[in-house]
């Protein structure tokens, strides 16, 4: 398979070594752009669906983790790519796929987009088993299952969480794991009260139970679970309880 992949470096002669790298020893890379900034990269993931963003840590008005932190849906991996070595946990923390010291082991290069190789990968397999029916039976939805899909009811769902490619529903004592984006859910759950009230989460709204101000806020539901409101997401929620 080919990893579409965008490289984001604010200097020029690192960003050419990098790109000639990965097209003289990485075959499985489609490079679908580069940027020297924040924005610009920003505006590639936004156009492409990536598998792979190598990301340098250290640029003009912001840092790598910015970007990663202003992406919603993160469905790529990331290999980041700097001289220093001190921001090896911060990369780890944010799940970093790999980390590449500069300057780069063409060695370690190889091994670093093997890896992303492998994962996406299995992801793809994981997916190929995955049956996902659409259903219009109404206050149903269907989540995936290796062997088929389970239907369950809307009005039992108290939030929706993110985890990278995957989403947490969350019951009152239970919750499954599913294979898809929280992205995803907002689309199929789009007809029903669901708010998106920060990247990582999306609430039933009927099972809000009180509401605490703040530059965002924090929302309290029935389970007694405390969920943080972005402040860009915070009018989603209120347009609920006009």
Known sequence: MKLKTIIVEDEQISREILKNYVKKYCPSIELMGEASNIEEAYELIQQHELDLVFLDVEMPFGNGFDLLEKVEDKTF?????TA?????IEALNNQATYYLLKPISIDELIKSVNLVLEIKEKENQLQNKILTPT????G???IPLQDGFEVINVEDIIFCKADDNYTEIHFSNSK????????????????????RIHKSYMVNINHI?????GKGGSVELINGKEVLVSAS????LLAYFK
Do not use: R
């Open 209 to 213: 139970t009180k509401y605490k101000k």
């Open 233 to 236: 997401k915070k009018g989603n």
């Open 135 to 138: 259903t219009t039976i109404k």
């Open 176 to 195: 499954k794991i599913v294979s898809k984006t929280l992205k995803h859910f907002e689309e199929v759950l789009k007809e029903y009260p669901f708010a």
């Open 84 to 88: 220093y070595d001190h921001y090896a």
């Open 140 to 142: 149903k939805i269907t």
């Open 77 to 81: 991996e990331t290999i980041f790519v």
